[in-house]
């Protein structure tokens, strides 16, 4: 797990500046402080920050091939790099390495950039072939780890954190206010862009290659959702499954240093440490999360649990309000995009402590519900659809007894009430966002005149109808899950999963995300998957006969952070005054009367929780990177200035 970094200038007589490279991975020291490394010639630049997991002493990159002719900078973990090593060398490929970095470059050598559907794991890298002038950047099938680049128009600059390419002072800072407005949709930034104009992301499964000064974008790999016909048992479906997650751990657990788990008290990583525990070749370590207070649902019982069941050495640590509240700026700083993600400083708190106790390396079970259905709204969704075709005519009925429903104290009924006279695919943006939750509700309330401008007529929502669209003709379950697969996994899920452990400068691996499961689970027949009230069946008939029956038959919890109490309580005055200083970007972006009522409506019971901490991390974005002062922490407007391209004066930069 490393940081990489590089620019590429379309004028051949443009030099790459040394201290523009060594600034660019200087910023993302966090995710490689074993090692720094460079490769320079001429208008090309490759820099990588290193956190040595395999091959502690040869593993140094940039790597090149015998003849210096192919340079890589890689930054992942490639599970099959052992047996594609024996294959090369069969072919007569020389190594100097033990590296998995170093079978990229044989295996371009041997396949070019089919090389990359070779590789099983987690990814990215920018190779350059000297020979071709030819640069490849690669992305890895569920984008768990992140690549975005920027095309100037003069150079290709890009980075596995956008902060390395804001200390470009070629790359200009301009707000996307449309992509604000997806933001607010999804409460995360699904697709393509950034809120920052120019910057984009590497799709997962693409890679993306430039030559003669050309962008070319190739996608590789796409998971491929199938109702099969035959009628395999649940237990037949269970043991082909059983064999494959064991596989599949064994081969995560590579690693030079130790290897832990991060426990939620769920099914998922309590299965993980099941399996891992079978492979470890030492003391196996596992870590969990508390929070402070009273009345906080508390996870740590099932974790140690299933620590105990398995044999794990156990730590724990707690998070409180004043925890949460400090970190905020550096998790805005570390997200990088606006992300209303609040388990995500829990799960940069657990990294830490992994960190402290001497483990580099955490397998967690991330992934789980999108590969095999498993959250309940998934079941509520396929029901509401299947009583909208039944009810026929009749659907104000339907939705005056979901509003019946609500006045009775369900709140959700008045949730299925709106969705009622909406088609499937106009109201299924992703598992967290429908057309009327708060924001989409109250965005002509809420908008200023700037806000709307940039933003009439937009489609936040393209991104996913696009998918859907895609999917026509697909079971309901199938759309949901390819929805939130390409979508809130890569965008949400696993932006937080790699930020917040990089963070802590921990490598986190996510083994029910390996392409081989989720290809066995998109497969699998739908009752496998959920049927009635189960979620999870194939799953949790798998570990049926390990996993502890406390943990296996319990509620869906993860990580519970009680933020939305936190912003009621001890922490409201922050949250007032950060978004209503004179100053903030909720001032000048959005109207100050629509942002109070959302406040007084939090304060007062009524929800709104995820639209508080959404407008709070918009805030404290905007002043991390876009250098406007909210009047929070202080050192917020250095950090902008730390990367804001009038203080970036690198000679010979590209300019």
């Not at 075709?389 to 659907?395: D, I, L, N, S």
Request: overall charge negative.
């Amino acid at each position: 797990m490393c940081g990489i970094t590089g620019k590429v200038n379309f004028d051949r007589e443009q030099p790459v500046a040394p201290d523009l490279l060594r600034a660019m991975t200087g910023i993302v020291a966090h995710r490689g402080p074993d090692g720094d490394g460079h490769y320079l010639a001429g208008p090309v630049g490759l820099g990588h920050r290193r956190l040595s997991i395999i091959d502690l002493s040869t593993g140094d990159q940039p790597m090149t091939n015998e003849d210096g002719t192919i340079w890589v900078v890689f930054n992942g973990e490639i599970y099959n790099f052992a047996a594609l090593r024996t294959e090369l060398l069969a072919r007569g490929h020389v190594f100097k390495s033990a590296s998995d970095t170093e079978v990229i470059v044989h295996l371009y050598e041997e396949y070019g950039d089919a090389a990359v559907a070779r590789l099983q794991g987690m990814f990215a890298f920018a190779l350059w072939d000297a020979r071709r002038e030819r640069l490849l950047l690669a992305r890895d099938r569920v984008g768990i780890k992140p690549l975005y680049y920027v095309d100037t128009g003069k150079s290709l600059v890009f980075a596995s954190e956008i902060k390395s390419i804001l200390v470009d002072p070629t790359v200009p800072r301009e707000l996307d206010l449309a992509i604000v407005d997806r933001f607010l949709t999804y409460y995360y930034v699904p697709g393509e862009a950034t809120p920052l104009s120019g910057i984009r992301k590497l799709l997962p499964g693409h890679y993306l290659t430039l030559q003669g000064g050309r962008l070319a974008q190739t996608r590789y790999w796409q998971l491929q959702y199938e109702t099969p016909e035959n009628d395999e048992s649940l237990e037949a479906s269970a043991a082909r499954l059983d064999q494959l997650l064991d596989d599949t751990v064994r081969a995560h657990m590579i690693a030079d240093v130790p290897v832990g788990i991060l426990l939620s008290g769920g099914v998922d990583s309590s299965g993980m440490l099941h399996y891992a525990s079978r492979h470890a070749n030492g003391p196996l370590h596992s870590f969990t999360m508390g929070f402070a207070g009273q009345d906080v649902p508390d996870e740590r019982p099932y974790a140690r649990l299933a620590a105990q069941r398995f044999g794990s050495v156990h730590h724990e640590t707690t998070l409180s309000a004043d925890d949460f509240r400090d970190f905020l700026p550096d998790y805005v700083w570390h997200m990088e995009e606006p992300v209303c993600e609040p388990p995500a400083v829990a799960l940069h708190f657990v990294a830490r402590l992994a960190r402290e106790h001497g483990v580099k390396v955490v397998l967690s079970g991330e992934g789980g519900d999108e590969a095999f259905a498993g959250y309940p709204e998934y079941r509520h969704l396929v029901a509401l659809e299947s009583l909208k075709a039944g009810a026929g005519p009749a659907k104000a009925l339907l939705r005056t007894g979901f509003e019946a429903l609500n006045r009775l104290g369900w709140p959700r009924g008045a949730h299925y009430a709106a969705l009622v006279d909406r088609p499937f695919q106009d109201y299924y943006f992703s598992r967290t966002a429908t057309p009327v939750s708060a924001f989409n509700g109250l965005k002509r309330e809420l908008y200023g005149s700037v806000m709307r401008e940039a933003t009439g007529g937009g489609q936040p929502e393209l991104p996913t109808r696009r998918m859907l669209e895609a999917m026509a003709g697909q079971p309901l379950l199938n759309q949901m899950l390819c929805v939130d697969t390409h979508s809130w996994l890569p965008d949400d899920l696993l932006v937080k999963a790699d930020k917040m452990t990089m963070a802590a400068s921990v490598e986190l691996r996510v083994p029910l995300l390996d392409h081989h499961v989720l290809e066995f689970a998109a497969k699998l027949p739908l009752a496998h998957k959920a049927r009635g009230r189960s979620m999870k069946r194939v799953l949790a008939k798998t570990l049926e006969a390990v996993v502890p029956a406390e943990i296996l038959n319990r509620k869906k919890a993860g990580f519970p952070v009680p933020y939305d109490r936190w912003m009621r309580g001890e922490l409201r005055e922050f949250v007032r005054d950060t978004l209503t200083a004179t100053s903030s970007f909720c001032r000048h972006y959005f109207d100050a009367g629509a942002v109070q009522r959302i406040l007084d409506g939090h304060a007062a019971g009524r929800g709104g929780s995820k639209e508080v901490f959404s407008l709070l991390v918009l805030e404290l974005w905007n002043a991390q990177f876009m250098g406007l002062p909210t009047g929070a922490e202080p050192d917020a407007a250095i950090r902008a200035d730390a990367v804001s391209p009038e203080n970036a004066t690198f000679e010979g930069a590209g300019r």
